[in-house]
């Protein structure tokens, strides 16, 4: 983070303090990083909470990568940048460089098969800043994301299809597209149509 080289022969007993107040989550060892840079590692502490530690990051993002955690933050599976484009209505590239940034601030992580995910406690603290500023527009729009992107990523014929298919990395959005669309009798239909290509 830019701050003195730490000799842990006389600070390794402050550097376990700080790393232990943070549970190992990356972001909070992001923030005490820049912290000791800027005040010294003695005088470092780590955030109070976790929602502190969220909160100071979600300020920093500017209103697509708000809009686009707080929907990944609805998800309870990784997704790729494809699931991701729809659920927030932005072109691939696009979201991609989003997700760069959501990254780059350990708010979310990226897996080793490409697709995204989020640690369960920034989860849940997420799924409150969507509950108190979204009210209810995110969960719509990500079921209806999710839905969008199965029906144009299953095969059109029930019969053909390939073991090989791009979208079968996100069979968990598949699945849940399904049974979102499913529970709902107005896309009931689209539900079992998708089910059944």
Known sequence: AGGHRVDLDTQGDDVRRLLVATGGLPLLIEQVAVQCAV???SNASAADTLAQAV???????????????????????????????????QSVPETTALLGALVRRSLIELLPDGRFDMLSPIRCHVRDLSAAEADDTDLHETVLGL???????????DNFGAGDASWLVDVQAMQAAIRNACADPTTRDTGYSIANR
């Open 39 to 41: 005040v010294g590692l």
């Open 55 to 89: 909160n100071s990051s979600y300020d920093l993002l500017d209103a697509q990568q708000r809009r686009l955690l707080r929907r990944i933050g609805l998800l309870d599976i990784p997704v790729g940048s494809g699931v991701l484009a729809e659920v927030i209505g």
């Open 147 to 157: 839905q969008t992107w199965a029906e144009r990523v299953a095969p059109q014929h």
